[in-house]
């Protein structure tokens, strides 16, 4: 069984917004800024009156600790196989728990469904159809993301993670996210885009972790509805 997760090498992202477009259109997703799966988030700054943008793509981070699955109180959110967290539309009550608990703004309402929506990595779409990748990743022209699973030691995620160092969005909530930023390779973008308290990670050193939490978290996997 896949643990499936997702690498961006956010470097290369120029904020095209194809992901966001291929997302909502393979998915359904209703027009809007306030309705997305996936986004692109942006930071200003300057160093030494040089004025700099970064790009971070970002979506649901499928936690393998999640505590919007922890909080609802029907079973609406769950642990899919694959490790992907779900959401069962037809339990949502729309307390909003699950969108108050996540670190990550990851979750909003469709009005469609009247249910709190999220990024499932295309599984509906693509992978429960023998694809291989995400309809964001197919999309982005300049190939900042890749996804694949963790637990395929010859797969290209894993290849990609034993070559590069990364780290993680908000370390500090021990949710051990499953979205998996390369840091840089040009040294002054690096310096300009990675917080100085941000952990950074080789494979090496993350594998425990997601050995961990998925031993923790795999027989609560269940098959997606």
Not at 56 to 65: A, E, F, G, I, L
Request: hydrophobic share 35%; with cysteine; aromatic share 10%.
């Amino acid at each position: 069984m896949a643990n499936y997760a997702m690498v961006l090498n956010f470097q290369n992202c120029i904020d095209c917004m194809a992901c966001e477009a291929a997302c909502k259109e393979e998915n359904g997703i209703q027009l809007g800024i306030d309705k997305k799966r996936i986004w692109v988030g942006i930071t200003e700054d300057s160093i030494f009156g040089r004025p700099y943008v970064n790009f971070y793509p970002s979506q649901c981070n499928h936690c393998q600790d999640a505590p919007c699955v922890e909080v609802c109180p029907t079973g609406a959110s769950y642990f899919a196989e694959g490790g992907l967290v779900m959401v069962e539309q037809e339990k949502c009550i729309l307390c909003k728990g699950c969108m108050e608990a996540c670190p990550y703004d990851a979750r909003f309402v469709n009005d469609k469904t009247v249910a709190v929506d999220k990024c499932t990595f295309c599984y509906d779409t693509r992978i429960s159809r023998g694809e291989t990748t995400t309809a964001c990743q197919a999309t982005c022209p300049t190939k900042v993301r890749t996804f694949g699973d963790l637990d395929s030691e010859d797969g290209e995620i894993v290849k990609l993670l034993k070559e590069r160092r990364f780290f993680v969005l908000k370390e500090e909530e021990h949710t051990v996210p499953k979205l998996l930023y390369l840091v840089p390779e040009d040294e002054n973008t690096a310096l300009n885009s990675i917080g100085h308290k941000t952990k950074i990670y080789t494979w090496n050193e993350f594998k425990p972790l997601i050995e961990k939490a998925t031993a923790k978290r795999r027989p609560q996997w269940k098959k997606v509805k």
